[in-house]
């Protein structure tokens, strides 16, 4: 997962050759709203959600996120990221003052949009994206390392059987992807509305279904990757 750590310099040389070498394809951005960080205990008011989880009692780490227009915001200035985020939470009630007071100095602030990649055409002469790159499905979807890892692999023997060819490799790993790729972004697209709910009842409503989960004929369904 790429953290705003990342977004040196060494950001843009690999951002503007790829931008270079796929110029020709077209990909599109799907957003679904904004974040910032991970999860567990959770919280919610309408059209947001926070969250911490703590690891061995000694860390804890903190989500927020909401639902938003797309917003215009430079994604190198880390200080106009933490002031959206703190603007967008003001005044909330739950632990949310004590965790916004660490804003300042969180050294892993991560912000992002919510958005899913669609490309028509994952590869540009010797050139393949796999991952995030070519077809990230969203935190949403919470299938990001699993696509990454198999596209990875399948890339990988694609290569090898078509002993050298690369064209040849690079069509059947698309072929063999697609599938999983689309089911992948599909999860993520049911999702949005339940992870920040627009209004306090569906807040409820999701509360208790994922209270009811472990009783539900249909809980073999959830999790489940495809
Ligand atoms: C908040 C959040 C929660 C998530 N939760 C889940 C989850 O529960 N389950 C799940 O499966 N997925 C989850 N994901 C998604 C998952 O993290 C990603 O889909 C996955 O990490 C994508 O892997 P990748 O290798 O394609 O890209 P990345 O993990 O982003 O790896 C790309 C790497 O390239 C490096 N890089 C970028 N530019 C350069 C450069 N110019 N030079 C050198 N290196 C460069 C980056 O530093 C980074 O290390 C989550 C993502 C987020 C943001």
């Known amino acids: 997962m790429s953290k705003v750590a990342d977004q040196s310099p060494r950001w843009s040389a690999i951002e503007s050759s790829t931008a270079v070498q796929f110029a020709s394809k077209r990909r599109s951005a799907v957003e679904f709203g904004c974040a910032a960080a991970l999860s567990v205990r959770s919280s919610s008011s309408p059209h947001s959600r926070f969250s911490y989880s703590a690891r061995r009692n000694t860390e804890a780490k903190a989500v927020f996120a909401f639902e938003s227009e797309q917003l215009d915001y430079d994604y190198r200035d880390i200080e106009q990221q933490k002031k959206i985020v703190a603007d967008r939470f003001d005044g909330q009630g739950w632990e ?114 994922v209270r009811l989960l472990p009783y539900l004929p249909w809980r073999g369904l959830i999790g489940g990757a495809p």
């Open 96 to 209: 949310v003052p004590k965790l916004l007071a660490h804003l300042d100095t969180a050294e892993d602030f991560y912000f992002d949009a919510m958005a899913q990649i669609h490309m028509d055409d994952w590869s540009k002469g010797r050139v393949a994206l796999v991952g995030d790159a070519g077809y990230c499905a969203s935190p949403l979807s919470g299938q990001g390392a699993d696509l990454s890892l198999v596209g990875a692999y399948i890339l990988a023997g694609e290569l090898a059987a078509a002993g050298g060819d690369h064209t040849i490799a690079f069509a059947r790993y698309r072929a063999e992807m697609l599938p999983m790729v689309r089911a992948c972004q599909n999860i993520a697209e049911g999702v949005g509305k339940w992870y920040a709910p627009p209004s306090n009842s569906m807040i409820r409503m999701r509360n208790l279904n």
